[in-house]
């Protein structure tokens, strides 16, 4: 084996040296060829950039004077149209005093109008904006669509106050109504929920008990008897919400909301 191993080396060995001779290249120039290794060059920071100065305006915080409400007025049909975000921009910039002008967009006629004066409120970050955004939320003749994100917005800008609109949202006849308001719980800390999310946890529709479920167990962390409420059918979530009722009746008097998990310690 050993002597087929140097017939195949001697071999390679003299097809090397009779192509190096094709190519002009004699036995000691190919020996005496400095060979380049790989150098890696020492690495220099890219220079830093130059801090930019902030050249944004910052909202107002004076009282609107006549002529500003008047504008405001003339900004509220423009919420819908090609000028809209430079409408939503100008609400902005006029801060939160402009805050009972652009709840009028709320009752007014054209579905989009009233969906970017909610993105508009959510923008301005006040919640002086919430009554009006939860009325909305609990309209059943407003669209779905719109009562979800007047819900939403509500709750990030004062969860307090939305526990009366999430009592009849968890009502409402339209499934991804009560969706929304077994969702939007988990953020609201007020044992005022509890009631609604446990009487959505028989709902006919099992993405809406899911999500009450889910909400209840970040809100309470009750440990609860393990069941699949992926592949649940109504009679079994029936029989499992009352295993959760039972505990509340115990529990309601004496149980208080757990501090939720992510949040930061002070100091």
């Not at 709320?106 to 955004?133: D, F, H, Q």
């Not at 939403?152 to 106050?161: T, W």
């Not at 209840?216 to 008897?225: Q, V």
Request: proline share 9%; with cysteine; hydrophobic share 45%.
């Amino acid at each position: 084996m050993m002597g087929v191993r140097q017939h195949m080396g001697c071999r390679l060995l003299i097809g090397g040296l009779v192509f190096l001779g094709s190519m002009g290249v004699t036995l000691d120039l190919a020996w005496s060829a400095p060979v380049a290794w790989p150098v890696q060059m020492p690495y220099e920071a890219p220079p830093k950039s130059e801090p930019v100065p902030d050249v944004s305006v910052a909202p107002n915080t004076k009282a609107l004077t006549p002529e500003e409400l008047q504008r405001a007025e003339a900004l509220l049909p423009l919420l819908e149209g090609k000028q809209e975000f430079w409408a939503m921009g100008e609400f902005v910039h006029l801060g939160e005093p402009v805050l009972s002008v652009l709840t009028k967009a709320l009752t007014m006629p054209g579905p989009r109008v009233r969906y970017n004066a909610i993105e508009t409120l959510s923008m301005l970050k006040s919640p002086g904006a919430a009554p009006a955004l939860l009325e909305t939320a609990k309209l059943d003749t407003e669209l779905p669509r719109i009562r979800e994100h007047a819900l939403r917005v509500a709750v990030r800008l004062d969860p307090q106050q939305a526990p009366p609109a999430i009592e009849v949202m968890a009502k409402d006849p339209n499934a991804s109504i009560r969706k929304a308001a077994a969702f939007e719980s988990r953020y609201v800390r007020r044992k005022e929920v509890i009631q609604p999310l446990l009487d959505l946890l028989a709902d006919d529709e099992r993405f809406v008990a899911l999500s009450a479920i889910q909400s209840l167990w970040m809100l309470t962390r009750h440990e609860s008897e393990f069941h699949d409420w992926d592949a649940s059918s109504k009679q079994d979530r029936q029989a499992w919400a009352q295993e959760w009722i039972e505990w509340w009746n115990q529990s309601r008097e004496t149980f208080e909301l757990p501090e939720p998990k992510n949040r930061k310690r002070a100091g």
